[in-house]
């Protein structure tokens, strides 16, 4: 058995069985960067 993140474009490719184990996630920047004040700010910055 091995971990695979599960995505909408992962869904149809595997049977899944978890959650198997919880995981957490951090960014970490320098502070010259630009704050983040939402989730999806990761993914579109220039909104």
């Given at each position: 058995?091995?971990?695979v993140l599960r995505?909408?474009?992962r869904e149809p490719y595997y049977q899944w069985v978890?959650?198997?184990m919880?995981?957490?996630t951090a960014?970490?920047?320098s502070n010259?960067?630009?704050q983040l004040k939402q989730r999806w700010?990761?993914?579109h910055p220039s909104r």
């Open positions: 058995m091995f971990t995505t909408p474009e978890g959650p198997v919880e995981v957490e960014l970490y920047s010259a960067a630009r700010e990761i993914d």
